[in-house]
């Protein structure tokens, strides 16, 4: 498999975990069955940790850039630690109104 194929896969799961055992997905979780020349991917994703498999998979993958997708954001700074400060200390008791609602059942 391609270097940047693999790497695009990698961060398309990355931030994902097995729902069973909660261990996270890398490039060792998933396997490229077939590949076409119009870039779709099949894969099948399989959690390494405690063998769950999660089926089959369709990508559709047309660019190969890679972008970080955090490059454009700045640092975390003093002035803005002071100023979520500021903000959490002017809500008042009722500050879960502002959270979204879970579906209740």
């Not at 003093?78 to 879960?96: G, T």
Request: with cysteine; aromatic share 12%; glycine share 4%.
């Amino acid at each position: 498999m391609k270097k940047k194929l693999k790497m695009k896969l990698k961060l398309l799961f990355e931030n994902l975990c097995c729902s069973k055992c909660y261990q996270g997905f890398d490039e060792d979780s998933f396997y490229v069955q077939q590949q076409t020349n119009l870039g779709l991917i099949v894969i099948t994703l399989k959690c390494k940790n405690c063998g769950t498999s999660f089926g089959i998979a369709l990508v559709g993958i047309t660019d190969l850039t890679l972008k970080d997708p955090f490059n454009y954001l700045e640092p975390i700074n003093y002035n803005d630690v002071l100023d979520a400060h500021k903000f959490i200390q002017k809500l008042d008791e009722h500050w879960q109104d502002y959270l979204p609602k879970k579906d209740e059942d």
